[in-house]
């Protein structure tokens, strides 16, 4: 079993429809939540940084976190076709530089 | 926006030649490192390093080498590629305890 599970899609939505994205975790050490966002044939890049449990909030976007399931969430409202990508999770301990990954969820919002 | 760059963006290469992929950084920030990443697959961590003169391998088996000789540059070299290289590689880099990581565009590699 990995330490980061990620749904790898695809996730097909409707336009304006609210996206909840998902990853489990087993390390209960892990403290620090990232979501990134890749664009095809592009490098990620950082969405939501969240550390340790509770919401954090940013414009369309809001991620999650609940340690006590090991379960962290991103929802997009509103959702838009230029939406379509690939969504990451990343965590780590804060004892480590290296985050660990989910494989990623690709989305899709269809006009 | 971070400013990580990435060269060459695109190379086709034939088999048994050396390459270099270059990554720099003007963020200054310490930690800097290498993932292999195949379309539509999870990143794999093949190098970082912590700083200067700090190279370490990641979690995949690589046959590339890095080296740190200065905090904004980190480049990766393939000694003789191979079709089994063909890939993305997507360089790296973060501050403080490394949380959050901001990456370049990419250099996606065909080894014929």
């Known amino acids: 079993q990995k330490e980061v599970e990620q749904d790898p899609g695809p996730l097909s939505v409707p336009e304006g429809a609210i996206v909840s994205l998902n990853c489990t975790y087993s390390n209960s050490a892990f403290q620090y939540f990232m979501w990134y966002r890749q664009y095809s044939r592009k490098g990620p890049e950082l969405l939501m940084y969240t550390y340790s449990s509770g919401n954090k909030e940013d414009g369309r976007f809001t991620a999650q976190v609940d340690k006590s399931s090991k379960y962290i969430s991103l929802f997009i409202r509103d959702s838009q076709p230029s939406d379509s990508a690939t969504y990451l999770c990343?965590?780590?301990?804060?004892?480590?530089?290296?985050?660990?990954f989910g494989r990623g969820t690709s989305l899709i919002v269809h006009p | 926006e971070a400013d990580i760059y990435q060269t060459p963006r695109y190379l086709v290469i034939g088999t048994g030649k050396k390459i270099t992929l270059e990554c720099s950084q003007t963020m200054g920030h310490d930690k800097m490192y290498w993932y292999q990443q195949d379309p539509g697959m999870e990143l794999h961590l093949i190098h970082y390093s912590y700083g200067v003169n700090s190279t370490e391998k990641g979690d995949l088996s690589s046959e590339s080498t890095v080296s740190r000789i200065r905090t904004e540059h980190f480049p990766l070299t393939l000694e003789s590629a191979r079709p089994s290289h063909t890939s993305q590689y997507l360089c790296?880099?973060?501050?403080?305890?490394?949380?959050?990581?901001?990456f370049g565009p990419g250099t996606r590699l065909l080894v014929l």
């Open positions: 990343a965590m780590n301990s804060g004892g480590s530089y290296i985050p660990t």
């Open positions: 790296a880099s973060s501050e403080g305890a490394g949380e959050t990581q901001y």
